[in-house]
Each structure stands twice: as C-alpha cells, then as structure tokens.
C-alpha cells in the first residue's frame, strides 16, 4: 500500500479522536480559579491524552516522509495502532471521573501500554517492509530507548497497587514526555550524524 493514503486515514482518526477529547471537558461552575482547580483531573487527563496523539501523528508523520510503500505487516499494525487511538478519549474520560479508581487507573495504563508496544512493533515492521531504503536505515528507528517510556508506566503501575493510586495515571504524563523528548534527541543526533541510539 501506498504510504500516502494511510497516512490520510490515520491522520483523519487522530484528529477525530483530539476533537473528541476536548468535547469531553467540562466547563467550570464559575469563573474563578477555584472552580478551574477543581477539574485538574480532567486538564492532565486530557494534557495526556493529547501529547500521545501528537506524537504518534508527528512521529508517523516523519517516519512516512522517508517510506513510499508498507506491507501488510505494518497496515494491520498500524490499523491496531489506531485502534487504540479510537479508545483514548472513552478511557481518559473514564480516569477523570475518578483518578483514585485503580480500575479507571488500570485500564488507562494498560492502554497507554498497548499503544507503546503496538507503536513500536509498527514501526519496526515499516522498517522491514522497505529493509534497503537508506534514508530509514539512517534514522534508525530501531532502538531500546523507545522502551523507557513503557518502563516508566510500569513503575507507575507499581505505585498504584502500592502507596500511591494516581501512581500510573502521573507515569503516564512523565512516559509521554520522555517519548517525545527522546524522539527529539534521537532524530537530531541522526540528522547531526553524530550517533545512532
């Protein structure tokens, strides 16, 4: 398949799905500070929800600059990739609800989890599907520290059958921001060709 018209449809889901999530936040009761705090829940919620939108969207943007054909592999990949992305709306509104829910926290991370392996095994089957494109072998999308986000939610996940029970929903925004920060470092260094990590 052509990388282009995937590329249309995902970026069509993705963008459904950012208007779905900002449809889904309340007003405040008034107008003051107060009543702004009290829907922090909902706010981080969605702070999340929508960077790990964005980032899967601009990754995926890059990474399809540099491959004009996938195989079947990376579509049915990516078809489960957004998937996932259809359900982040349904689950962040869930979690703010109640963030001190380990079942709303639970189903959250275990998302997030999902879309963190399926991502990864996505662009690891791309890269197979076109193995002699140089400028994909430059960039290098295999690597390990695509894995420490997932590592961080893990930690999360520990935290909240521990001592604390919004323990992976506050992973969750720590592992979105290392993911784009890591992804940042990553593609500078191989543009720099300075490294590949």
Request: with cysteine.
């Amino acid at each position: 398949m052509e990388t282009a018209r995937f590329e249309t449809f995902a970026d069509a889901v993705i963008a459904i799905a950012m208007t779905v999530l900002v449809l889904k936040l309340p007003q405040p009761e008034s107008a003051t500070i107060g009543a702004f705090w009290t829907l922090k829940t909902y706010y981080i919620a969605y702070f999340i929800s929508f960077l790990t939108l964005f980032n899967i969207w601009y990754s995926s943007h890059n990474l399809f600059q540099i491959v004009e054909n996938i195989d079947n592999t990376a579509v049915i990949l990516n078809g489960i990739l957004i998937f996932e992305i259809t359900l982040i709306p349904y689950f962040t509104l869930w979690l703010t609800q109640d963030a001190y829910s380990i079942a709303s926290e639970t189903t959250f991370g275990l998302l997030f989890i999902a879309i963190n392996i399926t991502y990864n095994m996505a662009v690891k089957a791309v890269h197979k599907s076109d193995p002699y494109n140089d400028k994909l072998i430059k960039a290098d999308y295999d690597n390990l520290y695509a894995l420490i986000p997932l590592a961080v939610i893990l930690i999360g996940f520990g935290l909240s059958y521990s001592v604390f029970i919004p323990g992976i929903y506050i992973s969750c925004l720590i592992a979105v921001i290392m993911w784009i920060v890591i992804a940042r470092i990553h593609r500078k260094g191989v543009e720099n060709g300075k490294w590949k990590i």
